[in-house]
């Protein structure tokens, strides 16, 4: 096999793990009571489901997505969004190492962690409980 064929092979393994650490990260989130997010809640606070969705503006996937989430927030005021670049502490404590992800929260529990791009209709279906996740 010849040297750039390794290179290249290397390079993917890496990334592949990096994305596989990411995902182990967030789902080991699954279970844990949810950290005190009281600041950031506003109408949604007395709602036992919520969905946080954590985002970057300079993020690509996350503007691509930004016209799906607003029309959600339309319907659902458990979508609650999280600018990492403002709450880089709340990101950390829900273990968020990549954007999009998002948080679902039934009472006090987290019940979903989703990392990446998503449809509008698994978001809704989630925000309405229809999935039997947050």
């Not at 006090?108 to 209709?121: N, P």
Request: proline share 5%; with cysteine; aromatic share 6%.
């Amino acid at each position: 096999m010849s040297w750039p064929a390794i290179a290249i092979l290397a390079a993917v393994a890496l990334l592949a793990s990096g994305q596989a650490l990411m995902w182990f990260r967030a789902k080991r989130s699954v279970g844990r009571p949810a950290h005190d997010t009281c600041a950031i809640d506003g109408p949604a606070s007395g709602d036992s489901r919520r969905l946080y969705y954590f985002f970057s503006e300079s993020c690509r996937p996350c503007r691509a997505m930004k016209p799906a989430v607003e029309k959600l927030r339309e319907t659902h005021r458990n979508r609650i969004p999280v600018d990492i670049a403002q709450r880089i502490d709340l990101a950390r404590k829900f273990a968020v190492t990549g954007t999009p992800s998002f948080v679902g929260v039934e009472g006090d529990t987290v019940q979903e962690v989703l990392l990446g791009g998503q449809t509008e209709r698994k978001l809704s279906r989630l925000l309405s409980g229809e999935d039997g996740v947050a």
